[in-house]
Structures are given as C-alpha cells and as structure tokens.
C-alpha cells in the first residue's frame, strides 16, 4: 500500500507499507529515487503490524520496486501503474 501527503512546495511524502511478515525478512523499497540501491530505504516494523519507510519525493514518474531477503522482487499493485519495469508513481 502507498499513502501520499503533499508537502508545502512541490515535495510529497510518500509512504510505502507492507504487512509486517509477508514476506518474511528484511524489506526495502529500492527505485529511480535512491539509485536502485538496495537498504537505503528498508522498512520498519510497527506496532499497527505493518512495515513502512517514507521518501520525500519532487513531482514527475518514479519507478520502484521492494526487494525482500533472499533476492525476491515485488511490485505494488496500490501503485499507478505496475508493467514488466516495475511499479510506478506518478506525483
């Protein structure tokens, strides 16, 4: 699941969240914002019993996509759009 709030300027926060075991291990959310770098965004267990990190992201198309342990890449079918790239944020 993704929640967006529009910051002051041209900036919106965004939220990525994950049930907190599926699936199981460390998850994070890697794309064209943090370079495809894996870990720089790793989502954090809460007590609601999900995981979650927010980016601060400028307007324009960001892909992404969560990297799970093991190597297993997900998309986000909450995303605007979800093709054979990946999933897709258009703020």
Known sequence: MIKRNRLFGNQT???????????PGPV???GSFNGWEPGRHELVIRRDGTRTVTVKLPPGEHRFRYLAAGG????????DQVDDRGSLLRL
């Open 13 to 23: 926060r965004v939220t990525f969240c994950l049930p907190r075991d599926a699936p």
């Open 28 to 30: 994070s959310v890697v």
């Open 72 to 79: 297993v890449w997900l998309d986000d079918e909450s995303a």
